[in-house]
Nanobody, 114 residues
């Protein structure tokens, strides 16, 4: 059975940092893309960052130079280091794994206060 478990969310003041982790287990086929999405209240879910199996990354413009995505293929784990957080980053963050299927984490709340 596939399990996708996120951790690392929480509350922080503006300018602070958080590191999110997401680990998948029970996935048989190699994971291609690993991504982080977020959804703020009243807004659509949006892509924050993606990392391919070859290590190529892309970021939303709003988080470039502040967030860093990385992955550990041996552990089927993706990370999101978030620095210089602002209240606009407040959202539920979801990890996403993709091979021939797509798997979502349960979401973790990130709250940034001014």
């Amino acid at each position: 059975q596939v399990q996708v478990v996120e951790s690392g969310g929480g509350s922080v003041q503006a300018g602070g940092s958080l590191r999110l982790s997401c680990a998948a287990s029970g996935i048989i086929f190699r994971i291609n893309d690993m991504s982080w999405y977020r959804q703020a209240p009243g807004k659509q879910r949006e892509l924050v960052a993606r990392i391919t199996n070859s290590g190529r990354t892309n970021y939303a413009e709003s988080v470039k130079d502040r967030f860093t995505i990385s992955r550990d293929n041996a552990k089927n784990t993706v990370y999101l280091q978030m620095n210089s957080l602002s209240p606009e980053d407040t959202a539920v963050y979801y990890c996403n794994f993709r091979n021939i299927n797509t798997y979502w984490g349960q979401g973790t709340q990130v709250t940034v206060s001014s």
